[in-house]
């Protein structure tokens, strides 16, 4: 089992920064990614970023592709989300994903366990 903890959530305006935390704890030594997926009121949860925990790859939406900016602290078991120039579409509860075996790091499906997520609202 791994427990994942999000961190870092808020209000800001558009055009500001946030940074989200995930602290993992458990069999932190199976890891093979983590990611952060978030999900908006009445859309389906979609893929934002996520890191390889044994390479240095890195994956992004398009969408947050050049604004966010994901990395991890080994050490710590944390993975972090910068979040630079937001905007009101970026708005959604974030949850933070752990994955204990290969797969496409952009699908749900390749993640095992899932944080409780946390709430970013970005006023226009």
């Known amino acids: 089992q791994v427990q994942l903890v999000e961190s870092g959530g808020g209000l800001v305006q558009a055009g500001g920064s946030l940074r989200l935390s995930c602290a993992a704890s458990?069999?932190?030594?199976?890891?093979?990614?983590m990611g952060w997926f978030r999900q908006a009121p009445g859309k389906e949860r979609e893929f934002v970023a996520a890191?390889?925990?044994?390479?240095?790859?890195?994956y992004y939406a398009d969408s947050v592709k050049g604004r966010f900016t994901i990395s991890r602290d080994n050490a710590k078991n944390t993975v972090y989300l910068q979040m630079n120039s937001l905007k009101p579409e970026d708005t959604a509860v974030y949850y933070c994903?752990?994955?204990?075996?290969?797969?496409?790091?952009?699908?749900?499906?390749?993640?095992?366990?899932w944080g409780q997520g946390t709430q970013v609202t970005v006023s226009s």
């Open positions: 994903a752990a994955a204990v075996s290969p797969g496409n790091r952009r699908e749900r499906e390749s993640y095992a366990y």
């Open positions: 890191i390889s925990w044994r390479t240095v790859s890195t």
């Open positions: 458990g069999r932190t030594f199976s890891l093979f990614a």
